[in-house]
């Protein structure tokens, strides 16, 4: 398969060819939601990306491609780049040389909840590694949907993707601006809604996970909202034993995303 892409006498596309420049311009959030497509960096999250069937078309160097045989071969459609229009492609210092350009994967907000147990929300999430790690999360912790509220960045931001280490395609995601919408449909589905607050007066220690459950994180500088605190069912802080002032976001998540989790398990 390698050989039939990159044949000698045939060039690869460079950062000039329309095809490379019509990819690049995804990496722009208005180019992406015009066109409904975006781009998936590196060999994980491509092939999470082909094993969902989201893919597009496969940029890819001579190098990649003799590296992920099997990536090229499951691909719909492959062309050859050179390492230059690779970096150009690339919003990473040191470019893997493989690229899928995807359909976005964010669903409507009715149909990740139904049936759910587990719910992940993030509100007001502004920095997308963040957004990225904790959709990683609760894909391992088995969430049934992470949606995205208000003004959190968008899933499909390049560092956000690269975060989540392929789990951007594997964890049911929803957007939503309007957060008090988003909070009515989680009680309609049947999910207790817990938040993730510093100054809470419960304790997670002592919360008793039983019922089906949604985790609301806030933004990572102001947290979450007074109003945002006054709707949801109960707040909750993660005990620090130590001597350090708070958790970040994500660790916090992983924190309480899990103890729902593994009390589910037990």
């Not at 050989?3 to 995804?26: H, Q």
């Not at 509220?149 to 989540?164: E, I, L, M």
């Not at 039983?210 to 109003?227: C, K, M, Q, T, Y």
Request: with cysteine.
């Amino acid at each position: 398969m390698t050989g039939s892409i990159f044949r000698p006498g045939a060039d690869p596309f460079t950062e000039r060819t329309p095809r490379v420049v019509a990819a690049r311009k995804l990496t722009r959030r208005a180019e992406r939601e015009k066109t409904g497509r975006f781009l998936a960096e590196g060999v994980n999250a491509v092939t999470s990306a082909l094993s969902h069937g989201t893919v597009h078309e496969l940029f890819v160097t001579e190098r990649a491609a003799a590296a992920h045989p099997e990536l090229v071969a499951a691909a719909p459609r492959v062309s050859p780049i050179t390492d230059r229009a690779a970096a150009g492609l690339s919003e990473t210092v040191t470019p893997q040389g493989i690229i899928a350009v995807c359909s976005l994967v964010d669903r409507p907000l009715e149909t990740v909840l139904d049936s759910a147990r587990l719910v992940v929300v993030l509100v007001d999430v502004a920095e997308p590694g963040n957004a990225g790690t904790v959709i990683r999360v609760a894909d391992a912790a088995g969430a049934d949907a992470v949606v995205l509220a208000g003004d959190t960045v968008d899933p499909h931001n390049g560092k956000s993707v690269r975060a989540a280490a392929g789990s951007t395609f594997q964890v049911p995601l929803a957007r939503a601006r309007d957060i008090p919408s988003v909070l009515t449909a989680l009680r309609s589905a049947g999910l207790r809604t817990l938040a993730a607050h510093g100054y809470a007066a419960t304790s997670l220690e002592t919360v008793h996970f039983g019922d089906p459950v949604a985790w609301i994180f806030g933004n990572e500088a102001h947290g979450l909202s007074e109003h945002v605190l006054a709707a949801v069912d109960e707040a909750v802080r993660i005990p620090l034993y130590g001597k350090a002032e708070s958790l970040n976001l994500a660790t916090a998540a992983a924190v309480c995303v899990y103890t729902a989790a593994m009390a589910a398990h037990r």
